[in-house]
C-alpha cells in the first residue's frame, strides 16, 4: 500500500447534493463524510441509483443542473474547499489537480478531432510548457494499457471501439500528472482480461505518480483487486467504509454483507451466492425517517423504522447501522 506524504488528502463533510424533480428537490447524496487517505485507492460500490457518480462529480464541484450541492464541503490538501471554487480556478482544477474520467466518457469526446488535437487541446488550455513531452506520456499511457499510441492518437472518436475510447478517457484522466484522479466505471466497456489487465494498470500508475485515486464500480470483485479502501453507498449514504480486506471479509452492515453475498467469487461458493432481494430505492421512493435499507434487511429491528442510524467508527471502520452493534464501553476502573 502506499502512503505518499506527497498525495493530497480528501475530506468530504456532510456532503448533501439534491436533485430537482417535479415531487421537488430530493437528495441523491445525504450527508456524506469521507475521508480519502493520501496515496490509497478508495473502491465506492453501491447497486445503481445510490449515488456514486454524483458523489464523484462533487469532488470536481461538477454537479450540473437540475442538481446542486445543497449543503457540505470537499476540501482537498492544497486546493482547499473545491466547492467554493468557480470559474477559471475551478477550470484549472480540473484535469490538471483532480483528474476524472466520467461515466459518459465514451461518448464525450469531441467527434470532429482526432484525440491527438484534443489532447493538445487539453495542453494548451492548462498551459502545459512541453507539448511534446505531453505527446510522449499519453502514447506511453495508452502502450501500456495495450494500444497503439501514435494511432489511436490520429484517430477519431468513431474510428475507436468503446474500450478503446474508455481507456483514452483513463489516459486523459492521468495524463496532465493530476494527484488526485477519479475514475467514475473506467473499465464498464472492456472484457473481463481488458478489465482486469487495466485496473493493474490503473493501480502501477497510481503508486509511481503518488496519487489518491477514487474509483466508481459496480463490480464488488473487480475493484477488490485494485482498491485499498472500500465505501458502500446505498440510497445517497455512506453505509460502510473501511480497508477493502476487513469490509469484504467481514462486513458489518447487513447491505455489505448482501452485496457480498451475490457475488460467487466473493463469497466463495457459487452454490451460496445469492442476489440481494428486492430492489434499491429511487429518489422518489427513498424513506425520509428510519434507515434507508430497512425494506430489505434481514436484520431490521422497531428503531429502524423512525431512527436514521448514525455512523459510527471503530476499528478504523465506518459504519452506519442499528444492528451492527458497537465495542462495549471500556469502562473506567475508579480509583479513590
Ligand atoms: N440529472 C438528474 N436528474 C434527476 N435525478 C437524477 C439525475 N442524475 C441522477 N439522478 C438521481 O440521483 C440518484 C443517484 O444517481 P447517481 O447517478 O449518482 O447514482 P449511481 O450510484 O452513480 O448510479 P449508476 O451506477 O446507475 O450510475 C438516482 O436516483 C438518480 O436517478
Do not use: W
Not at 464523484?56 to 467554493?84: F, M, T
Not at 492521468?174 to 472484457?191: I, K, S, W
Not at 449514504?237 to 448482501?258: D, F, K, M, N, S
Amino acid at each position: 500500500m502506499t502512503r505518499d506524504s506527497a498525495a493530497p488528502e480528501v475530506r468530504v463533510r456532510d456532503l448533501t447534493v439534491v436533485y430537482k424533480t417535479p415531487a421537488g428537490e430530493l437528495p441523491a447524496v445525504s450527508g456524506v463524510s469521507l475521508t480519502l487517505t493520501p496515496g490509497t485507492i478508495t473502491g465506492v460500490v453501491g447497486e445503481s441509483g445510490s449515488g456514486k457518480s454524483t458523489l464523484a462529480l462533487s469532488l470536481l464541484n461538477a454537479v450540473q443542473p437540475p442538481g446542486r450541492i445543497a449543503a457540505g464541503s470537499v476540501e482537498i490538501d492544497g486546493l482547499g474547499d473545491v466547492l467554493h471554487l468557480g470559474g477559471e480556478d475551478l477550470r484549472r482544477t480540473r484535469g490538471r489537480k483532480v483528474g476524472y474520467v466520467f461515466q459518459a466518457a465514451q461518448s464525450s469526446l469531441n467527434p470532429l478531432k482526432t484525440v491527438g488535437k484534443q489532447l493538445l487541446d487539453l495542453g494548451r488550455s492548462h498551459d502545459v510548457a512541453d507539448l511534446r513531452a505531453l505527446v510522449a506520456d499519453a502514447k506511453a499511457l495508452l502502450a501500456r494499457m495495450g494500444l497503439d499510441g501514435a494511432r489511436v492518437l490520429d484517430s477519431h472518436q468513431h474510428e475507436l471501439s468503446g474500450g478503446m475510447r474508455q481507456r483514452v478517457g483513463i489516459m486523459l484522466a492521468l495524463v496532465l500528472n493530476a494527484q488526485v484522479v477519479v475514475l467514475d466505471e473506467p473499465t464498464t466497456a472492456l472484457d473481463m482480461i481488458t478489465q482486469a489487465t487495466i485496473l493493474r494498470i490503473i493501480r502501477e500508475v497510481h503508486e509511481e505518480r503518488a496519487l489518491t485515486t477514487l474509483v466508481i464500480t459496480h463490480d464488488v470483485g473487480a475493484v477488490a483487486e485494485v482498491a485499498d479502501d472500500l465505501a458502500v453507498m446505498y440510497g445517497g449514504r455512506v453505509v460502510e467504509h473501511g480497508p477493502i480486506a476487513e469490509v469484504l471479509g467481514t462486513p458489518r452492515h447487513p447491505y455489505t454483507q448482501g452485496l457480498i453475498r451475490a457475488i460467487p467469487r466473493l463469497s466463495g461458493d457459487i452454490s451460496l451466492a445469492r442476489a440481494l432481494p428486492g430492489r434499491p430505492p429511487t429518489l422518489g421512493t427513498l424513506p425520509v425517517a428510519g434507515c434507508v435499507f430497512r425494506e430489505r434487511c434481514d436484520k431490521r429491528m422497531e428503531i429502524c423504522e423512525t431512527v436514521e442510524p448514525e455512523t459510527v467508527t471503530y476499528d478504523g471502520r465506518t459504519v452506519a447501522c442499528h444492528a451492527a452493534g458497537r465495542p462495549a464501553p471500556v469502562k473506567r476502573r475508579e480509583y479513590a
